[in-house]
């Protein structure tokens, strides 16, 4: 396959672009085949994006994805085309924009609806300075769902600030009508006129038979077609916006030519591009929820089959939300557009009624729980923990302040492999632990995980965050059952006491091992909760161990171990306390274990780490 450049791109003809977006649909499936990534979202966007780089200047003129899973083919095009084999690999391509990687990538972006503002600072910028080029942004596909996109869109209107937005229209961020997109007609549809005008009209067609109810089901549709071709113009200048569209999102030159006259335009443009996420791959077509961010997979028999390994924390969580929703009808589920990697969707097929998809709207969600907590309802919250940080003020004052007995799955924390800075769950320990009221557990297996879940279910205070990450769910079994406070002692010892949050029972008895050989006798305990931890034990264990040694999956300022060090520090306890905890820096794009081990979280480095402090 040729390297294309985007000089190539300018001078192409239009069977060039074709055979050109052919060879990119290709790249990008054989890539993720292999390696994983989001597949459907920039199979969708791959002629918009030609048509963007033959209209635009990538350099003089700002273009920015919102969110950036949409920027495959525009890595590719720009300057990464015989480095994309390593998406999403160590030193190798991003997945998301990234503008270390690239002077093409003006802006990192791996969450959603921020685009639009950031577009904002870019074009006040241009306005203020003189300087040229235009802004372009990309968003839709889900970000037109959150909050900040609508924020944006307001100011940027109100200011009237001269930039370009593309809302890609994959049909998954607009329905037909949402909130106030049918405000004007709902007016109208409302008034008494129009009751008594729709049901003379229906009365009377209906007197002419079959040819009456031909005319009325024309008319619905002729209706439908209207709405939908005149609620998004009306709703987006109603912003400030000049409207465009709606347009081909995979006619390449009919959005060439929409971008051209955008450009003659000095004031807010949007252009309304219609595409279809998945395109030219027909499991991804069919499919688009489970390709959007797809693990690796093959292509067998006529059949596409993802590489599945053992059940994950997530499968967990989604059979035993779906048993207590079985045993209780107060139970119900929440997420923001993130059902299937949080195995939700089971739930959300048996009890659709119970059921809350709230879009990337973080916020709405976490505000939403708490009110329906503190009227009687069990919500149940299933969301990332990179995404957790985006509703902190309402998980303050809508949840803690109350005690509202709300329960947060907070999936995918810790260290994340693959998917770079942008989607790391490392920041939820600490930034909760100073929050009164909140409770913080981890679970060390899938017994522990389920065991857990149902605990939280009868709880009456709260908020409460079960913590784990994006890793198969080890199988082992704790027979003691989960208390408030209470940790549970997997071995005791008298040197030592090796304490643990999470996923790290195999590697403590690892240690363990090891310190034995040197006649070392570690106990090692698995903390269960890291607030409250259990206080009575740990005071124990500094008492009686020449040794603490804790162990945890997240950044170690204000995190667990700290919390353990300040509480030996106020009993005036000489017992030294080693921390082993993630290093408080964004990590790069690479595999979970490799990250842990950077930051001294394996067997090797914690039992060297605890022979030199005793030696000492």
Known sequence: MQTKDLNFIKTANDQQLKQLCIELRNMIINTVSLHGGHLSSNLGVIELTVALLKSFDPIKDDILFDVGHQSYAYKILCDRWDQFSSLRQENGISGFPDPRESPYDKFISGHSSTSLAVASGFAIQKKLENVPGHTIVIFGDGSITGGEAFESLNNIGHQQLPLIAILNDNEMSISQNVGAMAKSFSRFRSSQTYHKLRTSYKYHLRQWGSFGSFLEKLGEKAKSMVKQALFPEMFFEEFGFFYIG????????EM??????????????????YTRKGKGFHYAENNPVLFHSSPSFIIENKCCKTNAGNETFSQIFGKTLLELAQENHKVVGLTAAMSEGLSMCEFSRHFPDRFFDCGIAEQHMVSSASGMAHKGLRPFVGIYATFLQRAYDQIIHDCSILQEPVVFAVDRAGAVSDDGPTHQGIFDLCSLIPIPNTILMAPSNADELSKMLKWASIQDKGPLFIRYPKECAPQDFDPHPIELAKA????EGKDISLIFLGPFRELSFQVSEMLLKQNIHAQIINARFAKPFDQELILRCAQDSRLLATIEDGVIEGGFGHLINTFVTKYKLKTPVLNFALASQFPTTMKRQKILELSGISVDNIYQSILKKLES
């Open 246 to 253: 709606p347009v081909d999102g995979h006619n390449i030159s």
């Open 256 to 273: 060439c030519e929409m971008f051209q006259r955008a450009k003659t335009i000095n004031k807010p443009v949007l252009i309304h591009v």
């Open 488 to 491: 549970s002692i997997l071995k």
